[in-house]
């Protein structure tokens, strides 16, 4: 018998709640809760650029201040590298500046004052000048930015200021590999506040080989407000490992909230500084248990009893090849939020495959992947060229494209305006 129509109707109060809380362990997995990470390549940074450029108008005396700011930012770089200033032509320039940073700036209808940052690419920049371009970075470390406001804890639950000042801070030029997350899929439920005291390795080994990791790092802070907009104090702690040891602390203070951004910017850029000095003492090493894999139990053979005749098997005894994996990073196009996913889910679908996570998201350019890999890079890269794609080969990376995508022309150089 059918049930009556009435026992299936749910009060609108109900029915609102219970698709509130749907919504919310929808968003809970699906959702974002941080900052996407800015370019880690490793350029040379040169900040604090003042430019002051009148044109015809705004948008030609931007572009006047630009390249006005790479100029005076090569010769800033070259007096701090060699000793004394440089100069090259405006093409040069454009082929080694990997992009313009503004950390202030005011547009007129004809003039353009600003100040400006400029990041050079590494190995050109690097053998123009004489320098060394390369330098020896630690093993990767997953870096879980924790926040303490209002006595409640925050990892990737929710965006927080914390890890958004992690996420803009350029670690290109750390000696410390740090994996950084925007947030995003498991991370709010793999990663919270609660994570900091569990100290299980086989926990930890699970989440660091999901992330590409051998270690983890925690870089705390606990916010205190003395009345509403009025001073922040911040005290901070620096902790790695599944045990959380600690590193260093220190604490700092700002006059009023809308300094918190530069709080938490300079904590950022200390705590840095003690990683790296921990790195270079010796103390900051990742844990041997987490790389430790228990052997897996085999069955003893059989002995044959006596009168018996043994059979034995040829396919067990012929050798076999033994790989261990191998962490690659690929360079890939990222035109788009669509790209990274797309090209994330093709090179998970590899045979062999591991882990493929994005540790260098830079949308509209090249994008860095880490992946673990069951072979060796070329393995890789034949088995990404069997699924379509346009594989280099380079220093122990590899650049993909899509099959069929044209290669970009170079950039015409744009004449010099005057100063």
Known sequence: MARPLRTLLMPAGLALASLAVAGLALAQVDGSRGAAPIDSSGSFEVSGVFVDVAAGSADAARQGGWRLAQRKGWSMLSQRLTGRPGSLSDSALDSIVTGIVVENEQIGPKRYVARLGVLFDRGRAGEILGVA??????????????????????????????????????????????????????????????????????????????????DVVFPEVRLYREWPGGPVIGAFRAGYGPDNREITRFSLRVENSDGLPALL??????????????????????????????????????????????????????????????????????????????????????????????????????????????????????????????????????????????????????????E
């Open 265 to 418: 910017d300079a904590g950022v850029a200390r705590m840095d500084e003690a990683f790296s000095q921990a790195l270079r003492s010796g103390i900051l090493r990742p844990d041997r248990l987490l790389s430790f894999e228990p052997p897996s139990a085999t069955p003893e053979a059989d002995t044959p009893a006596e009168g018996e005749t043994e059979l034995l098997d040829i396919e067990a005894l012929a050798p076999t090849a033994t790989t261990g994996s191998v962490s690659i990073d690929i360079q890939f196009d990222t035109p788009s939020v669509a790209a990274v996913a797309s090209s994330e889910s093709s090179v998970r679908g590899v045979p062999g495959v591991r882990s493929a996570i994005t540790s260098s998201l830079a949308l509209g350019g090249v994008s860095v992947m880490r992946v673990t890999y069951e072979g060796n890079a070329a393995g890789l890269a034949a088995a990404l060229a069997a699924r379509g794609w346009q594989v280099q080969e380079g220093g122990g990376t590899l650049r993909i494209r899509r099959a069929g995508a044209p290669t970009p022309p170079p950039a015409e150089a744009e004449p010099a305006e005057d």
């Open 133 to 214: 371009g390369t330098m020896t970075r630690s093993p990767p470390l997953l870096t879980v930015p924790i926040e303490w406001s209002g006595g409640v804890g925050a990892a990737f639950e929710v965006a927080t200021p914390w890890q958004a000042a992690w996420a803009r801070f350029r670690t290109g030029n750390s000696t410390v590999d740090y994996v950084r997350l925007a947030g995003s899929g498991p991370d709010s439920l793999l990663l919270n506040a609660a994570q900091q005291g569990r100290p299980g390795r086989g926990w930890w080994r699970t989440i660091l080989q999901q992330y590409g990791a051998d």
